[in-house]
T-cell receptor, first 111, second 117 residues
Framework: GEDVEQSLFLSVREGDSSVINCTYT??????LYWYKQEPGAGLQLLTY?????DMKQDQRLTVLLNKKDKHLSLRIADTQTGDSAIYFC???????????FGSGTRLQVQP | NAGVTQTPKFQVLKTGQSMTLQCAQD?????MSWYRQDPGMGLRLIHY???????DQGEVPNGYNVSRSTTEDFPLRLLSAAPSQTSVYFC????????????????FGPGTRLTVL
């Protein structure tokens, strides 16, 4: 079955770049997603990437996909205290609508 | 648009009690689903629906029932609550014309935090 793994915790200083990593096992995944969850809130879609792309950039966010290694990363440039949250990686298989989520990475931004 | 709404936000039950978690969306989305979130385990799919009158089981369906009588509403029922069902429950919806085609961006509700004593 599919599996998505993430490290549990990342701490950075305000103004630095953050890189959150994710690995997945299903080589047929069509889309890969990054969601952000702030305390007490639901999940907010940040960005997604189609599996035939290597990189996607959206303002301060850069998503890198290494399909050969099944590795996905999210880079946040100029990290701010408002970026403190849990970040979830998720994948979608072809023909399915349900997503498979990682366990989430808690990003702590130190002032 | 209100997006995806969930009620209640918090609930405490005793073992054996039943209750219904409400979920509604006003975006005319075909697909709706329920997830539970437990510490260190990410989100796990409980049940989902691809349209009114159609439901199916997800990864962890035991102890939960769903129905989809309208496009807008997708309630989740706990028939006899157990402590193992203590969790945060999220409802999500998405729109797509063809199943599994496209990014199927899912929109999440704010969650219901359930404690079963």
């Amino acid at each position: 079955g599919e599996d998505v793994e993430q490290s549990l915790f990342l701490s950075v200083r305000e103004g630095d770049s953050s890189v959150i990593n994710c690995t997945y096992t299903d080589s047929s995944s069509t889309y890969l997603y990054w969601y952000k969850q702030e305390p007490g809130a639901g999940l907010q879609l940040l960005t997604y990437i189609f599996s035939n792309m290597d990189m996607k950039q959206d303002q301060r966010l850069t998503v890198l996909l290494n399909k050969k290694d099944k590795h996905l990363s999210l880079r946040i440039a100029d990290t701010q205290t408002g970026d403190s949250a849990i970040y979830f990686c998720a994948e979608k298989e072809p023909g399915r609508r349900a997503l498979t989520f990682g366990s989430g990475t808690r990003l702590q931004v130190q002032p | 648009n209100a997006g995806v709404t969930q009620t209640p936000k918090f609930q405490v039950l005793k073992t054996g009690q039943s209750m219904t978690l409400q979920c509604a969306q006003d975006m005319n989305h075909e697909y709706m689903s329920w997830y539970r979130q437990d510490p260190g385990m990410g989100l796990r799919l409980i049940h989902y629906s691809v349209g009114a009158g159609i439901t199916d089981q997800g990864e962890v369906p035991n102890g939960y029932n769903v129905s989809r009588s309208t496009t807008e509403d997708f309630p989740l029922r706990l028939l006899s609550a157990a402590p193992s069902q203590t969790s945060v429950y999220f409802c999500a919806s998405s729109y797509s014309t063809l199943a599994g085609v496209g990014a199927d961006t899912q929109y999440f509700g704010p969650g219901t935090r359930l404690t079963v004593l």
